[in-house]
């Protein structure tokens, strides 16, 4: 069973930076497509950014530039790195891995932007 749990979420004012992580059990870390994603309140779950076991990365439109994401294999973690948060960041932030046909959720992280 793979489970994975995210913290370093918070609040943190417009403009500011704040770096999510998220440690992953199991052995299939490394092999992996690992991803974060978010969900503001009365919205769907959105895609953030998302990395390969080959750590090729992806980015949605909306965080380009500001958001970076990375992984370590050593320690089984991702992380999101966020600058230049804006207020419409605000969400929970959920971390994902895609293994062949299995898929697995963390709990979620909030963070909040005041403007």
């Known amino acids: 069973q793979v489970q994975l749990v995210e913290s370093g979420g918070g609040l943190v004012q417009a403009g500011g930076s704040l770096r999510v992580s998220c440690a992953a059990s199991?052995?299939?870390?490394?092999?992996?497509?690992m991803g974060w994603y978010r969900q503001a309140p009365g919205k769907q779950r959105e895609l953030v950014a998302t990395t390969t076991s080959g750590r090729a990365t992806n980015y949605a439109d909306s965080v380009k530039g500001r958001f970076t994401i990375s992984r370590d294999n050593a320690k089984n973690t991702v992380y999101l790195q966020m600058n230049s948060l804006k207020p419409e960041d605000t969400a929970v932030y959920y971390c994902n891995a895609v293994y062949g046909s299995l898929v697995y959720w963390g709990q979620g992280t909030q963070v909040t932007v005041s403007s």
């Open positions: 199991g052995a299939i870390f490394t092999i992996a497509s």
